[in-house]
């Protein structure tokens, strides 16, 4: 059976809560339940109620979080750039081949197709990640810009399937 509260732990809870002393750690002083602490602080008109550190807290957190996302969008824009200028810049293929397995590399002006459309994919991947994390801000027509914006991609599109069918075709 439960002990009556007396008034001694009263006073003390009092005492203890203008010192500003946690719920919790009132209780773990007098040897108390939390919640025959927070009944006691209730009947005294008391309470723990941590409002405004909570909020600060949060609001802390919100702009950490924020400035990490903006960090990385823009960490994403980086690797989208570098990715693009793979597009047209030179490289090395090679691969090993023929009835003895020898390695084999070709330098060529510029990726194959294949290898552009796999480039402009993963590029197309990291902005759109980078504008989730951190949206752009429109101004006036912005609309209108992603309108054609988002034309001009899928006719891009279509016409990197058309050419990858051409090369199939043998044309």
Not at 35 to 57: Q, Y
Not at 102 to 126: G, H, K, M, N, Y
């Amino acid at each position: 059976m439960r002990e009556p509260i007396t008034d001694a732990e009263r006073t003390r809870v009092r005492a203890l809560h203008a010192a500003g002393r946690a719920r919790n750690d009132i209780a773990r002083e007098l040897g108390r339940s939390g919640s025959t602490v927070s009944k006691i602080a209730r009947e005294e008109g008391l309470s723990f109620a941590r409002g405004p550190e909570v909020v600060a807290a949060t609001d802390a957190r919100r702009l950490d979080l924020a400035a990490r996302r903006q960090q990385l969008a823009e960490a994403l824009h980086e690797d989208a750039e570098r990715l693009r200028a793979q597009l047209w810049a030179p490289c090395t293929i090679g691969a090993f081949g023929g009835k003895d397995n020898e390695w084999a590399q070709v330098d060529l002006d510029r990726p194959p197709f294949a290898d552009q459309r796999q480039i402009l994919a993963a590029t197309s991947i990291a902005v759109d990640k980078s504008l989730k994390l951190a949206p752009s801000e429109g101004g006036e027509g912005a609309e209108d810009v992603r309108s054609m914006l988002g034309t001009l991609g899928e006719v891009l599109a279509d016409a990197f399937a058309d050419d990858e069918q051409g090369a199939d075709d043998g044309g």
